[in-house]
């Protein structure tokens, strides 16, 4: 099939990270591309985008991420309508949901039905990591294809901005080792992102080393609490959830920008959109041998990590920042990195990819 109109069911607002990837992925694209955006509640988009895709008869839909109300849509189109549809997702769901404790209970059979039903019946399944493909492979489904997460552009990180943003967060003459992302609580394994680094400052403290959190989410308070029980409250910075458009920015005033994941199928199989934007920023990258990240980065930037909560991770962690603060030099390898992320994760790169994969349709 030669499509010639995509519709993409967005699961997310038109400001969205879900959105940007959209935009990304569909800037090279030789098709007619429609935005479909998640407004308001998943019944009313429902609503919205089923008569939407009666109304523009497309000959594929893209489905990004396997969410309500797009995934369960989509499969309905292609049951009652032979509609064909590509699934976009970066994570097992259903494995996340379940070794988080965030979704246990009724919901998780519902997620596993929900998951394989969407992966079933998808005329591809794209994902974002080259693990995430060998394990659906495992699972049988043999129509995988790998299309990494992008990033911003970088254009608005001058030196200027960047020095100003340093001196308003008081990060001036601070080493600076820093994480992004959503601070979610998982109760099961009673974590939540950045742990690691509060721990890692705790044995940090001879050291004018300073932590800095971007993003927020419900785990943010037991982080803080961490950090004071810990005597750090003092050597860490949050600066809550930013706009898309300022992530090269802050990402800049990091020394050292860490990459967690655990060693089990949900951090396995994900690249985070964290890493491009990394790379992307020229940032020394610290991450666990996991995932695309023991694909994509040097030895010198990867740690070992065993199981899913790893308490030797920190201390490991700490040694490596030491390292790179008493050696500067060791940094320098960060150069590297923009070119290995336009060569991997440049959306125009990936949108000429994700065009052939539409072409074979």
Known sequence: MNATKVVFLVNGGSGSIE??????????LSASVHFLFREGNRL????????????????LVYVLNTALPGALLAVWWKRRHGLPYLLD???????????????????????????KLAQTHAA???????RHREYL????????????????????????SVAALRQQLGLENRFVVGVMGSLVFSP????????????????????????????????????????REAGVADRLVFSGRIPYAQV???????????????????????????????????????????????????????LSYSGEVDPGYPSRLADRIRQLHDHPELCE?????????????????????????????
């Open 19 to 28: 959105a940007v990837r959209a935009r990304g992925l569909a800037c090279r």
């Open 44 to 59: 009313v988009s429902l609503w919205h985008w089923h008569r939407e895709l009666g109304r523009l008869q497309p000959d």
């Open 89 to 115: 997702t970066g994570d097992a769901i259903y494995w996340m949901a379940k070794l988080s404790g965030i979704n246990a209970g009724w919901r998780l059979p519902l997620l596993w039905f929900m998951e």
């Open 124 to 130: 591809t399944i794209v994902v974002r990591g080259t």
């Open 137 to 160: 492979l495992t699972q049988g489904f043999p129509r995988v294809q790998v299309v990494r997460d992008g990033y911003a552009e970088q254009g608005s990180a001058t030196p200027e």
């Open 188 to 227: 099961r394994l009673n974590l939540c992102y950045g742990w690691d680094l509060v721990q890692a400052l705790t044995r940090l403290k001879d050291l004018p080393v300073t932590g800095l959190v971007i993003g927020d989410g419900n785990g943010r308070a037991w982080l803080e609490a961490k950090a």
């Open 248 to 302: 090269p920015t802050y990402l800049r005033l990091m020394d050292v920008a860490l990459s967690t994941q655990t060693n089990n199928i949900p951090g396995q199989v994900r690249t985070t959109g964290k890493l491009p934007e990394y790379m992307a920023a020229e940032r020394f990258i610290l991450a666990s041998r996991v995932g695309e990240a023991a694909i994509l980065l040097p030895e010198l930037m990867l």
């Open 333 to 361: 390898i960060r150069h590297r990195l923009p070119d290995v992320a336009r060569r991997e994760c440049n959306y125009e790169t990936l949108s000429q990819t994700l065009d052939q994969i539409i072409r074979r349709l």
